[in-house]
């Protein structure tokens, strides 16, 4: 296939060498709004680079990872040309667009992937199946993680949509995917705690929510934009047969304080990229897979729409002080 990645900033170097390595792909032609940031990248993988107009006018799958502003339009480019579409979240940045997107992708017939790549690893696969099977038994509560190591530059956060769309919208995604559950209300709050430059586009760096789940099961989620040792993403598990963890082992950016206890014995996860670097080549892997037509999308638009809709009533919880039923955002 000839597959077209456009974006080639921190993610989409990471997605070039995975698709430049794949049997499925027999050209990758990179595209950019910075062209020459294009060419260095595609020469680095052996690949070819090209404006986007000419990169999508002979591609057979488009991978989407450029900034989050331009989303919605790469997708609705794909669809016009009836392409195989693999899309970062989010589909687009603002909820209204969102519908409207997954309107035209499920009347399209289209084959579209959202990147939620935390379905794709292997701790929470497990976990996963864990539920699904029931050896975990009766599902009481969810623990979860979103720590970034550092914040992002200043210029990233106007465009970002807020902590809880930006970095949140993962926890959203992954608590459905794990319980196969949806959320049904979102009780949020949060604060500046250390980064005034958020407070300067009405954001926050830190945060905390509680899930009510439609299976009955509660899930809690902390969200923080700075967690010096480094990346922690985690999700805990608790049943009536069994406790589990994901995430958890001797690269996890904690340490114990109790005595002769050695936690962690080895150098923390330095960032999202490297943490799940294996999850982000496995979906790219599915989606290949998807573009040929041998499997449905594993990640749905409508799926994306469910995780954006849970953010946005994260975020009117914490606006407005008071739980928010997911089903007010319509």
């Known amino acids: 296939m000839k597959v077209c990645l456009i974006g080639a900033g921190r993610i989409g170097q990471l997605h070039a060498r995975t698709l430049a390595a794949d049997p499925h792909t027999s050209e990758l032609v990179v595209a950019d709004a910075d062209a020459e940031r294009a060419r260095v990248l595609a020469d680095k993988v052996g690949a070819r680079h090209a404006a986007v107009d000419e990169a999508l006018g002979t591609a057979d799958a488009l991978v989407i990872a450029a900034a989050t502003d331009a989303h919605a339009q790469l997708v609705r480019r794909g669809l016009e040309r009836r392409v195989p ?77 807020g902590l809880f769309r930006d970095l949140s919208i993962h926890d959203f995604d992954i608590i459905r995917w794990l319980t196969g559950a949806e959320v049904e209300e979102v009780y949020a709050d949060g604060a500046v705690r250390n980064f005034e430059v958020f407070a300067r586009y009405d954001d926050i760096d830190t945060a905390v929510a509680t899930l009510r789940m439609s299976d009955g099961s509660l899930a809690v989620l902390t969200a923080a934009r700075h967690d010096p040792p480094g990346c922690d993403v985690r999700a805990e598990l608790f049943g009536s047969r069994d406790s589990i963890s994901v995430g958890l082992g001797p690269r996890t950016p904690l340490r114990s304080v109790d005595p002769g206890v050695d936690l962690p014995p080895g150098p923390a996860w330095t960032n999202f990229l490297v943490r799940f670097e294996d999850a982000y080549r496995a979906e790219l892997s599915a989606f290949l897979r998807v573009a040929q037509g041998e499997l449905p999308s594993p990640c749905t638009a409508r799926d994306g729409l469910q995780a954006m809709r849970t953010a946005v009533a994260a975020t009117r919880s914490f606006r407005d002080h008071r739980p928010v039923k997911v089903a007010e955002v319509s």
């Open 85 to 161: 579409t693999f899309c970062e979240k989010p589909l687009a940045r603002e909820l209204d667009e969102t519908l409207e997107l997954v309107s035209l992708v499920e009347d399209s017939g289209v084959p579209l992937q959202v990147g939620f790549q935390r379905r794709f690893d292997a701790g929470y696969a497990e976990a996963r199946r864990l539920v699904a099977s029931g050896e975990l038994g009766v599902l009481y509560c969810v623990r979860l993680a979103s720590h970034d190591p550092e914040p992002p530059h200043e210029a990233y956060i106007p465009t970002s949509g």
